[in-house]
């Protein structure tokens, strides 16, 4: 049976500090037991509710070796912190690629105030 409902995915990551290092924000090899894990169970897009104090890039790959080599699919450019009481949204149609790693460069200020909050959801096109 097909999933016609959003998923909830933990971020279970650190902080970004006052550094410019790469943190993943979720990774279907990490979350499920097996590749196209996504498209099996009709998770069509990962959708990221990011409250950002400061400047960082997004990045998502694709690997069709379950993580042992990855290709760039995304890059986001430069993410600027968001204005107070609001939050970035990255919407992302991942359901065609075997297994997906979505990561983010930090630009070397603690992100103090950091909020991250993830869901797959069923739908193929944005919902607004």
């Known amino acids: 049976m097909l999933n016609s409902t959003s998923v909830k995915v933990p971020y279970i990551g650190t902080v970004p500090g006052a550094d410019a290092n790469t943190y993943n924000l979720f990774s279907t090899v990490v979350s499920f037991p097996g590749a196209m894990w996504c498209s099996i169970y009709n998770m069509k897009r990962l ?76 739908h193929q096109v944005k919902v607004t």
Do not use: H
């Open 47 to 122: 959708v990221v509710n990011l409250t950002n104090p400061q400047t960082l890039t997004a990045k998502g790959y694709t690997s069709s070796d379950r993580g042992l080599n990855w290709t760039q699919v995304y890059d986001s450019g430069l993410i600027t912190a968001p204005a107070a009481g609001q939050s970035n949204t990255l919407d992302l149609l991942i359901s065609e690629f075997p297994d997906f790693k979505l990561d983010i460069l930090n630009a070397g200020v603690a992100q103090t105030g950091w909020v991250v909050s993830m869901e797959l959801q069923p």
